[in-house]
């Protein structure tokens, strides 16, 4: 049964990820956050964070050791957001091609698979992408677009500019089966990937709002007021 009586968020431990920052990022907005592998804080969340680094087949590994794939696919059925980042995102997919083929979480039909390494007269853009890049925000995650059910409140890029720059760590991009469900592309050299997504409650961000600045704050300001 959830409890309705506190909001608060839980940012789901399985051994990996920026644990603290996101929960840093939270507090600084106002949101209480809890870093958490319990199932039942899990489901009783008004808000669970995946984050995320590393492989994605170990840690789909400690997922299931720690007894939390069918928590966080309940919550995705539940209406409650789901935010995943990094590896979290990549994680809602239905598969990675990482060192192999690895079952994901299956929340979101797609597939994980290798960024492309390009080159051009000026530049070699090489993998794995580590630093800034810009986004280019998609017409579904325009404020005004029908597309979005729940309109402006329910898009955590609102208030986004355009080409706003975001802090990027990965050599693996999703490729969501929806393109409805991408809110954002970004490009490394010739190369574009989804860089942000939304189906229905769950979020996926590949790069880190937490270590994104003033921007990466935002989204987490948009998340309590989504919440309030």
């Given at each position: 049964m959830r409890n309705n009586?506190?909001?608060?968020?839980a940012i789901v431990d399985y051994g990996t990820g920026n644990l603290f920052s996101v929960m840093q990022a939270c507090?600084?907005?106002?949101l209480l956050a809890t870093i958490?592998?319990?199932p039942q804080e899990i489901l009783n969340a008004s808000v669970v964070i995946l984050p995320g680094v590393g492989a994605f087949g170990e840690a789909m590994k400690s997922l299931r050791k720690v007894g939390l794939v069918e928590p966080l696919q309940k919550v995705a059925c539940s209406g409650i957001p789901l935010i995943g980042i990094c590896l979290g995102m990549q994680l809602l997919m239905t598969e990675s091609h990482e060192f192999g083929r690895h079952l994901g979480l299956g929340i979101i039909?797609?597939?994980?698979?290798?960024?492309k390494e390009t080159q051009n007269a000026v530049h070699y853009y090489k993998v794995p992408q580590v630093g800034w890049?810009?986004?280019?925000?998609t017409e579904v995650a325009s404020e005004g677009s029908r597309k979005l059910v729940g309109g402006p409140k329910n898009n955590l890029l609102a208030g986004i500019e355009q080409n706003a720059f975001m802090y990027f760590v990965h050599s693996y991009y999703c490729k969501p089966n929806d393109i409805n469900s991408v809110l954002s592309v970004t490009q490394h050299g010739e190369f574009t990937f989804c860089s942000a997504l939304r189906c229905?409650?769950?979020y996926g961000f590949q790069f880190h709002p937490e270590k994104s600045g003033s921007l990466g704050l935002h989204i987490y300001r948009n998340l309590a007021r989504m919440i309030q």
């Amino acid at each position: 049964m959830r409890n309705n009586s506190i909001a608060y968020v839980a940012i789901v431990d399985y051994g990996t990820g920026n644990l603290f920052s996101v929960m840093q990022a939270c507090e600084r907005v106002g949101l209480l956050a809890t870093i958490t592998s319990s199932p039942q804080e899990i489901l009783n969340a008004s808000v669970v964070i995946l984050p995320g680094v590393g492989a994605f087949g170990e840690a789909m590994k400690s997922l299931r050791k720690v007894g939390l794939v069918e928590p966080l696919q309940k919550v995705a059925c539940s209406g409650i957001p789901l935010i995943g980042i990094c590896l979290g995102m990549q994680l809602l997919m239905t598969e990675s091609h990482e060192f192999g083929r690895h079952l994901g979480l299956g929340i979101i039909e797609g597939e994980v698979f290798r960024m492309k390494e390009t080159q051009n007269a000026v530049h070699y853009y090489k993998v794995p992408q580590v630093g800034w890049n810009r986004i280019q925000l998609t017409e579904v995650a325009s404020e005004g677009s029908r597309k979005l059910v729940g309109g402006p409140k329910n898009n955590l890029l609102a208030g986004i500019e355009q080409n706003a720059f975001m802090y990027f760590v990965h050599s693996y991009y999703c490729k969501p089966n929806d393109i409805n469900s991408v809110l954002s592309v970004t490009q490394h050299g010739e190369f574009t990937f989804c860089s942000a997504l939304r189906c229905g409650n769950v979020y996926g961000f590949q790069f880190h709002p937490e270590k994104s600045g003033s921007l990466g704050l935002h989204i987490y300001r948009n998340l309590a007021r989504m919440i309030q």
